[in-house]
């Protein structure tokens, strides 16, 4: 049974930088997509970044490039999200979420949450001063 475990998150004033982890176990193999999405209060969930645990494959979205680095521990299975220059908008629940392989899914669907199978509970991240 594949878990996906979020830690790494909340309250820290605009500017600053926190460091998401998700913990993955019960895979069969070692081959999928792992992806970051977030749901602020009243919106939609969206894609945030993505990487592929073969190849290291990476995406981002708009809204976090230059700002937000997604990186793997293989040995570990951790997928972390690093994310500095914290914005007030950026105040939502950061989830992760596994898939297939990522080169299996089409580039404008990378961050889509229907590609994803499995995912986790959440962790907070509050961005205010």
């Known amino acids: 049974q594949v878990q996906l475990v979020e830690s790494g998150g909340g309250l820290v004033q605009p500017g600053g930088s926190l460091r998401l982890s998700c913990a993955a176990s019960?895979?069969?193999?070692?081959?999928?997509?792992i992806g970051w999405f977030r749901q602020a209060p009243g919106k939609e969930r969206e894609g945030v970044s993505c990487?592929?645990?073969?190849?290291?494959?990476?995406y981002y979205a708009n809204s976090v490039k230059g700002r937000f680095t997604i990186s793997r521990e293989n040995a570990k299975n951790t997928v972390y999200l690093q994310m500095n220059s914290l914005k007030p908008e950026d105040t939502a629940v950061y989830y992760c979420?596994?898939?297939?392989?990522?080169?299996?899914?089409?580039?404008?669907?990378?961050?889509?949450?229907?590609?994803?199978?499995?995912w986790g509970q959440g962790t907070q991240v509050t961005v205010s001063s």
């Open positions: 979420a596994v898939g297939p392989p990522l080169r299996g899914i089409r580039l404008l669907r990378r961050l889509m949450t229907s590609s994803y199978d499995y």
């Open positions: 019960g895979f069969t193999s070692d081959d999928y997509a």
């Open positions: 990487i592929s645990s073969s190849d290291g494959s990476i």
